[in-house]
């Protein structure tokens, strides 16, 4: 199969050197809070996006041997390309970050409120391949209320992009800190990384667990509560 399109270009030639793995090896390492963008990322409309991922996809495709004009093959590139966009990275673009309305707290709930096993699907940057687990969010008012659905979009928001662990669950506690005008907000992720399952030490029994304390959550008494409320 071939895609034709006159916006479409090879890039210069890569240096393969500077995509080295030595430095951190397989290992889940996190450089920083914020997802590392290129400057400009999203000056490129979605659907020029598509055509170039769909073309190089192409590539990869035949470069591993497929026959691309099989009936079962010849969509696939096109549809990755969607797939990319649309669904699994498009958290990546600030234009899909839900819009949250904040209510006042006139039940005078002072309690914290729980949103537990929040399914999720996200994917390793390191190895591009799936995580999937749940999350379970917590937060204590300071005046104001989220709908509760707007928990679980905000999960799915930085979930839908190239992540780590470590960051995913800073960013989503960060966000709700930033929202609600608190640091009373918890986050606890447990997930399944493929990029440990599938390959690699293929340990299919293992699970990632990692965690956000913030405010009054940061003690020994609260976060037994929390567990508490998640484990029941």
């Known amino acids: ?11 210069e030639k890569l240096n393969l050197d500077d995509f080295s793995i030595e430095e951190i090896g397989n290992d889940h390492i996190s450089t920083g809070m914020e997802t590392p963008l290129k400057r400009g990322a999203f000056e490129i409309p979605d659907e020029e996006k598509k055509e170039r991922i769909a073309y190089f996809f192409a590539e990869i495709m035949d470069v591993i041997g497929l026959d691309l004009s099989d009936d079962s093959l ?22 899909n970050k839900p819009k949250v309305a904040l209510f006042n707290n006139k039940y005078q709930y002072n309690q914290m ?82 990029c440990v ?13 990692t965690s956000y304390y913030g405010g009054v959550f940061n003690t020994s008494d609260k976060i037994l509560e929390l567990q508490n409320y998640i484990n029941n």
């Open 74 to 95: 010849k969509g696939t590139p096109k549809r990755v390309a969607k797939m990319y966009i649309d669904e699994i990275f498009s958290g990546l673009n600030p234009k």
């Open 1 to 11: 199969m071939k895609i034709e399109t006159e916006i479409l270009r090879k890039p």
């Open 197 to 209: 399952s599938s390959r690699g030490v293929k340990d299919d029994t293992s699970a990632t667990v």
């Open 113 to 194: 409120l729980i949103e537990k096993n929040i399914t999720f699907y996200s994917n390793c940057e390191h190895h591009f391949v799936p995580i999937m687990g749940k999350a379970h969010v917590a937060y204590i008012s300071s005046g104001k209320v989220i709908g509760l659905s707007k928990l679980n979009r905000i999960v799915q928001y930085y979930a839908k992009r190239p992540q780590v662990q470590e960051r995913l669950t800073n960013q989503i506690a960060k966000e709700l800190k930033q929202i609600l005008a608190t640091e009373d907000v918890a986050v606890i992720i447990d997930a399944k990384h493929l």
